[in-house]
């Protein structure tokens, strides 16, 4: 079975602009859920999406959004963009009623 | 607030003795508890978990502990290899919070011949 992929791996951007990154689950696997890894914070939840509703969030700005497709594929959105917005950014999904998530590997966006 | 934290930035051990990790939580809603191994430039990857109801899961060389009175879970490795070398991350979650991972701040092991 072919695991979390995430597309683009690499990403530079220049503040201001938007960016949206994407997550394909593994197949059959409904949640999706976003983390940001950055030095300082370590791994931060963002949000998570179930049959494409919102089921949670966490403690971010109104700048990161995100949705998710009746093929439970799952992009992020991040408008005007800070420095501080540049981490590694991490797609999980998992099966219905399993906490057990599994991570693709990231993609690792830079504003500059 | 951190509500996972593991406060040993680091750990060295030889390879073939005991690796022991640990985390604590503040949180008393968490419930179900996950430890995750992560190598540069890749995801983290799926170690092992224990449900609250349970004080010990074990699978292979990976045990992990759950004392949910002083809230506090250890993982231990053993015995240790070379490609135990990574960061660990303890994770734990609540029941009504499914999806929602909280992360603790890592454990950098490097297992040494």
């Known amino acids: 079975k072919a695991g979390v992929t995430q597309t683009p791996r690499y990403l530079i951007k220049t503040r201001g602009q938007q960016v949206t990154l994407s997550c394909s689950p593994i197949?059959?696997?409904?949640?999706v859920s976003w983390y940001q890894q950055t030095p300082g914070q370590g791994l931060q939840f963002l949000f998570e999406y179930f049959s494409e509703t919102q089921r949670n969030k966490g403690n971010f700005p109104g700048r990161f959004s995100g949705r998710q497709f009746s093929n439970s594929r799952s992009e992020m959105n991040v408008s005007t963009l800070e420095l501080g917005d540049s981490a590694l950014y991490l797609c999980a999904s998992s099966p219905a009623g399993y906490n057990e998530q599994f991570f693709g590997p990231g993609t690792r966006l830079t504003v500059l | 607030d951190q509500q996972v934290k593991q406060n040993s930035p680091s750990l060295s051990v030889q390879e073939g003795r005991i690796s022991i990790l640990n985390c604590d939580y503040t949180?008393?809603?968490?419930?179900?508890f996950l430890w995750y191994k992560k190598y540069p430039a890749e995801g983290p990857t799926f170690l092992i978990s224990i449900s609250s109801i349970k004080d010990k899961n074990e699978d292979g060389r990976f045990t992990v502990f759950l004392n949910k009175s002083a809230k506090h879970l250890s993982l231990h490795i053993v015995p240790s290899q070379p490609g135990d070398s990574a960061v660990y991350f303890c994770a734990a979650s609540e029941s009504d919070s499914w999806g929602k991972l909280q992360f603790g701040a890592g454990t950098q092991v490097v297992v040494t011949p």
């Open positions: 197949s059959g696997h409904r949640s």
């Open positions: 949180n008393s809603m968490f419930d179900y």
